[in-house]
Nanobody, 124 residues
């Protein structure tokens, strides 16, 4: 069974940091672009960041540029990491990791596999 499992969410004060991890099982994602999305209550799922498998180039939503960093660690079966610094209350959402080969990678439609999500709550 192919699975992506996020971890690392939690409650943090504004200005704090969290690091999210996405572990994979059931297949290799070494040739898949990985991405992070988030969804706040009453809002649509929105793109946060993506890292392409071929070359490792990254893309970020304007709202997180300079604060969030996406990376991966294939050696530990961790297909996606998201380091989040200078967190703000507006970053509060459920964060999802995703993997895919179709693109466009700023859209949920570009991904084939999704995790269940991890809650990030930033208090003011």
């Amino acid at each position: 069974q192919v699975q992506l499992v996020e971890s690392g969410g939690g409650l943090v004060q504004a200005g704090g940091s969290l690091r999210l991890s996405c572990a994979a099982s059931g297949r290799s994602f070494s040739r898949s672009t990985v991405g992070w999305f988030r969804q706040a209550p009453g809002k649509e799922r929105e793109f946060v960041a993506a890292r392409r498998w071929n070359g490792g180039s990254t893309d970020y939503a304007d709202s997180v540029k300079g604060r969030f960093t996406i990376s991966r660690d294939n050696a530990k079966n961790t297909v996606a990491l998201l380091q989040m610094n200078s967190l703000q209350p507006e970053d509060t959402a459920v964060y999802y990791c995703a993997a895919g080969q179709r693109g466009p990678y700023s859209s949920p439609q570009g991904y084939d596999y999704w995790g269940q999500g991890t809650q990030v709550t930033v208090s003011s």
